[in-house]
């Protein structure tokens, strides 16, 4: 006979467990935002609702209870006592005391536990031993003895650990990046610490999550690091590893779709899990327990993915900034797809223990509005719905899958509850998909690729840290300037304009200003040809090939000839020699400049100037008349006979062969472990990383030995 599934919320205060519900009295109750403290903790039996017993403690901020309800823990905020040490606020109940009265009972155990991150205790499945984190090592408790250490695992700078569900007592550990050396976790056997079972190291880990399998010889660690520094993400960078409980195996998870991993979670037959990861439309992928992929479902805008309790249902949903879609997806139908769910604001999610129903809510205070409770069928229909004004929590009672056996969840379909039935009949169905909006002048078309997402068949998003001005999905590129319905231009200007290259059918297409410029070029234009044709422009100065005239002297053009360019990595720099005859090579060159200033000789007679080409240069209002038996040829200069050039060869310091780029490479190491050789006499204290690189001196050297250099 099937059990009925049952769930609970909570209006005041109300947290649900598994054998037992723990209320408060309501007397004393203060309403924080993420926080409920209670005056005093009651214990009730769920099944008939009698009270088991009171816990006599004040303020209680957390609890929980161990794995077969046997132990109830409770957590308060820290404080110190009059003595100035601090309270011991972790406090272990046992839920049941024959011949104790409520008034006169005693924790079983007390600690000190300043954080209100991981304060619970973790117990083994069968709740033999209990375990806590503290600075550099696990105390491993017998449940019954909370006063002794049973046993230690030390390991310096661990931050967090988690203990097997399964039946083999193992324990992982995390510590994390330290002084340059990767972060690691490694798996042990309870009792046997001496040596780690399995491990994995890394980097880029700053904090994890270890998500054991429900059989406990799998672990998937999600890795995750406070900053990126590619700049991609303001979360920080995730990566995903597996490690199996006996040390047969451990992998990357390698993920092909770029992006943060947003959830992971193993399939309760611990042989496969999901992954849902990549920017948005996201990627979920099923992974079986070598971390190879076994199935790939379709794009789409989801975070979430969680499997039915008997592992025939997986939901894939978008919860949180997403618009709360589930996708439910039958795993032994070849993933067929049964049903999407419209959960809108939803921010719980859980399975019925029954695997056929999905309870969705929306609490408090994570929205304060349209708070309520609706339960769905795993075939889509609405079953149940319930609205409160305020909603602080709400869980489905736990039982085993074993009073709910697995026959056939999609038939029969039960029959909806009244307040669904009501709830439906005040939803309007639209009547047609309301959509993205879109401005007046672009409805009717088609939209563009670039503003499709990737599963609508849209180019893929590529982050790279930086606002570009385009990319593969096409957002930031320039759009040239159009009236919808009216006739397009081709051509688009730098700036997103439209280009005037080409438009010489007609002045119709320009604006005033676009006029009045091109009629300013075309005047330019025709004067510059007027000149020409008088003759008033020389060759040199705006001729046929555009090359703007030198308005510079003669001497200062000669200048450019004298002109050098050397690299001071590849040509020897000069002697003391050499320096004073190019300095008395300058000398006598300015001397004959001046010469023919002052009217003397080289290449003037009479005072007159000569240009380059020998023609006589005169001033406006004077006549100047050259000497009889004067000819231009006389006053040209004479050239040199053309002399060799130097075979000079510059080679940038990154060119070369790639034998000499080996051989830089190696002299660069070489001039890294002296400095770090220098270092270490001087007293400072190197990292390991740099104490390696100093020990493989001898192998770069018999390296470059090798390659023929010796220096």
Known sequence: MA??????????????????????TLRGLRQSKRIVILARVTVVNASVGHIVTTLPTPNVYELGF???GSFIITWERPSKGEDGNANKNLKVWRVAEEGVNDEERIPTGKFVQKSQTGWNLQYTYDEKYCARVVTNEVQFYESGDLGTVWNKLRIEGVADFAISPGENHSIAVFVPERKGQPAAVKVYSVPQFESAVSQKTFFKGDKVQLKWNDLGTSLIVLAQTEVDKTGKSYYGETNLYILSANGGFDSRIQLDKEGPIHDVTWSPNSKEFGVVYGYMPAKTTIFNARAEVTHNFALGPRNTIMFSPHGRFV????????????DVYDLEKDYQKITTIEGSNASVCEWSPDGKHILTATISPRLRVDNGVRIWHVGGGLMYNEDLTEL???CWRPQSTATHPLDNPLHPIPTPHSSALAYLGTVKTPSKPAGAYRPPGAR?????????????????????????????NGFGKPRKREVPGAETIGDIAPGGGVSLTGTVDGDDNLSKAALKNKKKREAKKAKEAADKAAGLITPGSNGEDGVVADSRSPERRDRRGHERSRSKSNLEPRGWSQRREGSRTRKNSNAGRNNIR???GGGSEGGVSLRGNGTPSSAPGLAI?????????DATPRQPPPSEAPDLTVTSPGGGSPHE?????????????DDLKMRLAGGEKLEDTQLKKMHTEDGVRKELEALGWSG
Do not use: C, W
Not at 315 to 326: C, D, I, P, R, S
Not at 662 to 672: D, H, T, V, Y
């Open 392 to 394: 602080y929590h709400v």
């Open 625 to 633: 008349r050259p000497p009889p038996g004067f000819s231009p040829q």
């Open 444 to 472: 009717g078309q088609v939209t563009p690729l670039h503003f499709k997402r990737e599963d609508e068949g849209g180019a893929a998003h590529i982050s790279n840290g930086v606002s570009s001005l385009g990319g593969a």
């Open 661 to 673: 780029k080996k051989i830089r490479g190696l002299l660069k190491k070489i001039r890294a472990i």
């Open 598 to 600: 002052n009217g003397g």
């Open 3 to 24: 059990f009925p599934t049952q769930f609970a919320y909570r209006k005041a205060a109300f947290v649900a467990a598994r054998t037992h519900l723990a209320v408060d």
């Open 315 to 326: 939901l894939v949903a978008g919860f949180g900034n997403l618009a709360g879609q589930m």
């Open 66 to 68: 161990s794995p077969f």
